[in-house]
């Protein structure tokens, strides 16, 4: 029997924010943060969502008015919430028209973006913008048709100040330090090379607030669609499964109208950095470390990996011993306190969040998250064993193979290249020089550390010898 599907209750509200990248991060948290300030405090605060890819998102959402379903997942049951602060899905490929129209609407004052780490066009070692990148490159010869999120930033921005139309707010929402520094920097560089002057004007009145973001929200999977539509009898094609667990931290830095998302309890504080910090090395290094040596050792989900006791251990060793004394602790935070948590959110068994998914994109995850407490631990003069095996462990993934020797399906941008430098290393010393020499992954003080060479070289090789769960298992012993 065909269920009806999920529709609109309430009528849409105006659209006051323009967000890229619609996908199941974005669902259970930016716009479900929305719903919420605007059922708290009202405001047109509608969400244009701009995916820069597929229509998939859009295919499912337009046919439902934009309503969907956040559900939250906990150990005793699933608990679906409606949202509907969704007003509208573009694609952007289809019709980059509409999207600049919907941002240069003077009734829009923040886009938000959650693009990852790769959607800004950075080298994410340097912070540079990677002006040889393809779309980037188009981008800067064809600013008015823009194909990448700065460059419709860029693109829309240019329109207003054209028209009068006050600029909005540009808030990133992706999991890198110092987002709003980083969003800002791409846009700069990008408007440059288009006009100095708007480089300038951009620079004196558009803000870019940072954020930490914090939802553990696993990709949507047909099985899952097709339980919560037996649970509700309606089919939502565009549901989110998530944690119940959520926290946004925004920096206080808006000239412009925003959505009171404190109603819907956000944070707003004056300095993000030492959340963010926290967020990324506590939450982001251990998810990174899992990922890599939990898919070697077989484990398919972040569930699994820490109900293994070495896997556990791990965690516990790294925050211990690598990543909180790097950390400043961040106000009404309790650092140790934090880790415990994050192990609970870890071992709840209903989020089955893929190993697989969480190493997608390792050359844009690894500096932030393992590489940067890596550097503050030898600055230090303190280890760092159980980072070099989570970097050695991503070496070996990216290679290729895993410890059966079936292949890896590498998903990254650098993959090809990553699987070259691999495979014409001669043993692991030499993978080792090979893959820290790519530059954007690897800041020159790790390259050129004789301490960090030698503590990867050694890791990858017992990864290659004994398999990843032994070298855990010894890292903890
Ligand atoms: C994960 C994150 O996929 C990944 O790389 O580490 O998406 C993580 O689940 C979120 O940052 C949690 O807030």
């Known amino acids: 029997m065909r269920l009806p599907r999920l529709t609109r209750t309430i009528p ?20 479900a943060y929305t719903d919420q300030a605007m059922a708290a405090s009202g405001g047109e605060w509608g969400i244009c969502a701009v995916s820069l890819r597929s229509a998939g998102i859009r295919d499912a959402l337009v046919p439902q008015g934009g309503a969907y379903q956040v559900v939250e997942m906990t150990p ?4 679906p919430q409606r949202v509907e602060a969704i007003t509208d899905v573009l694609v952007a490929p289809e019709d980059p028209g509409a999207v600049l129209a919907a941002m240069t609407d003077p009734g829009v004052h923040v886009v938000s973006l959650t693009i990852t780490e790769k959607g ?17 490159a188009r981008d800067i010869a064809h600013p008015r048709a823009p194909c990448t999120a700065p460059g419709f930033i860029v693109a829309a921005l240019a329109a207003r100040r054209a028209a ?3 600029p909005f707010a540009v808030l990133s929402c992706d999991n890198l330090p110092g987002n709003g520094a980083l969003a800002r920097g791409v846009v700069l560089a990008l408007a440059r090379a288009r006009d100095a002057e708007l480089a300038d004007w951009i620079a004196a009145n558009v803000r870019f607030p940072a954020t930490m973001v914090d939802r553990i929200t696993p990709a949507t999977t047909e099985d899952d669609i097709a339980r919560l539509a037996r649970a509700t009898g309606v089919e939502d094609r565009a549901c989110v499964f998530a944690e119940p667990f959520r926290q946004w931290v925004i920096e206080d830095d808006f000239d412009t109208p925003r959505p009171d998302w404190a109603a819907a309890g956000a944070q707003i504080v004056g ?9 990324l090395r506590c939450l982001n290094g251990t998810h990174s470390a899992l990922a890599y040596l939990g898919y070697l050792a077989g484990h398919e989900t ?6 293994d006791a070495p896997f556990e251990a791990l965690c516990r060793h790294l925050w211990t011993a690598e990543i909180l004394p790097t950390l400043e602790t961040p106000e009404g935070e309790d650092l140790p306190a934090y880790c415990d948590a994050l192990l609970a959110r870890y071992r ?9 998914q969480i190493a997608m994109d390792g050359s844009q995850k690894l500096p932030q998250r393992l590489l940067a407490p890596m550097a503050d631990q030898r600055a230090a003069g303190r280890g760092i064993g159980g980072l070099a095996l989570a970097v050695a462990a991503w070496m070996r993934y990216v290679g290729g193979r895993d410890e059966a020797g079936r292949p890896i399906d590498v998903r990254d941008p650098l993959a090809d290249r990553l699987r070259a430098l691999s495979a014409g290393a001669d043993g692991p010393a030499a993978r080792v020089r090979a893959l820290v020499s790519v530059e954007t992954v690897f800041p020159r003080a790790l390259a050129e550390d004789r301490g960090v060479i030698d503590a990867l070289a050694q890791a990858l090789d017992g990864l290659e010898r004994i398999g990843a769960r032994q070298m855990v298992g010894r890292l903890v012993a």
């Open 12 to 31: 849409r509200p105006g659209t006051g924010l323009v967000h890229f990248g619609p996908g199941a991060f974005f669902r259970s948290f930016v716009a």
């Open 76 to 79: 005793g049951g699933e608990r």
């Open 120 to 136: 800004y066009h950075l080298s994410p070692a340097s912070g540079a913008l990677q002006r040889d990148d393809p779309e980037i």
């Open 164 to 166: 009068g139309i006050a």
């Open 271 to 279: 300095d993000v950095a030492p959340f963010e910090a926290m967020k």
């Open 302 to 307: 972040v569930c699994d990996a820490v109900g």
């Open 348 to 356: 709840n068994p209903a989020i089955r969040h893929r190993t697989w």
